[in-house]
Antibody
Framework: EVQLVESGGGLVQPGGSLRLSCAAS????????MHWVRQAPGKGLVWVSR????????TYADSVKGRFTISRDNAKNTLYLQMNSLRAEDTAVYYC?????????????????WGQGTLVTVSS | QSALTQPASVSGSPGQSITISCTGT?????????VSWYQQHPGKAPKLMIY???NRPSGVSNRFSGSKSGNTASLTISGLQAEDEADYYC??????????FGGGTKLTVL
């Protein structure tokens, strides 16, 4: 069974930093591109970042570029999101997401498995 | 990157069909066949319902179908059921190699 378990969320002051982790199990983690998606309380989904299966390629939303860094440790089956210079508008539930693959084909924009999310609150 | 445009709410009676639209630009929806749809019940993580415009992941009911014309994608739910009541989001790959979501549509089953 595929499982994605996020951790590391919490309350942080504006300008502070936080590192989120996502522990993956039930699949060959090193074979899949992974994403982070966030959702502010009562608001819609917002894509944050993605990373290739080997970690060599990363992409970010403009709103977090230069402040957030996505990374992975395939030996530990873990995805990370380092968040620096946090702002109030970064307050959200952050989801770790695995893409959809079927019959040997993978679809980088189909977000199949989602974690339960971890809440990040940026406030003084 | 601006969010894709979805109606804030739609409604329908059990057994009816409804369609949710998702309008973007030639830089996202219109330029690529990488449109997905998600269902989200309150307090739950989203669920993938449609990928690459019109494909259903295994386990998703065939009452859900997707299509695209120009810069607008659509999700149709036929034979509406009470459990379909949820928020629905579209998403698309973009020319900036990013992903953009729609603002979400609240479906009410009357």
């Amino acid at each position: 069974e595929v499982q994605l378990v996020e951790s590391g969320g919490g309350l942080v002051q504006p300008g502070g930093s936080l590192r989120l982790s996502c522990a993956a199990s039930g699949f060959i983690f090193s074979s899949y591109w992974m994403h982070w998606v966030r959702q502010a309380p009562g608001k819609g989904l917002v894509w944050v970042s993605r990373i290739s299966s080997d970690g060599s390629s990363t992409t970010y939303a403009d709103s977090v570029k230069g402040r957030f860094t996505i990374s992975r440790d395939n030996a530990k089956n873990t995805l990370y999101l380092q968040m620096n210079s946090l702002r109030a508008e970064d307050t959200a539930v952050y989801y770790c997401v695995r893409i959809y693959c079927t019959n040997g084909d993978c679809y980088n924009e189909g977000f199949h498995y989602w974690g339960q999310g971890t809440l990040v609150t940026v406030s003084s | 990157q601006s969010a894709l445009t979805q109606p804030a709410s739609v409604s329908g009676s059990p057994g009816q069909s409804i369609t949710i639209s998702c309008t973007g630009t030639s830089s996202d929806v219109g330029g690529y066949n990488y449109v997905s749809w998600y269902q989200q019940h309150p307090g739950k993580a989203p669920k993938l319902m449609i990928y690459v415009v019109s494909n259903r992941p295994s386990g998703v009911s065939n009452r859900f179908s997707g299509s695209k014309s120009g810069n607008t994608a659509s999700l149709t739910i036929s034979g509406l059921q009470a459990e379909d009541e949820a928020d629905y989001y579209c998403s698309s790959y973009t020319s900036s190699s990013t992903v953009v979501f729609g603002g979400g549509t609240k479906l009410t089953v009357l």
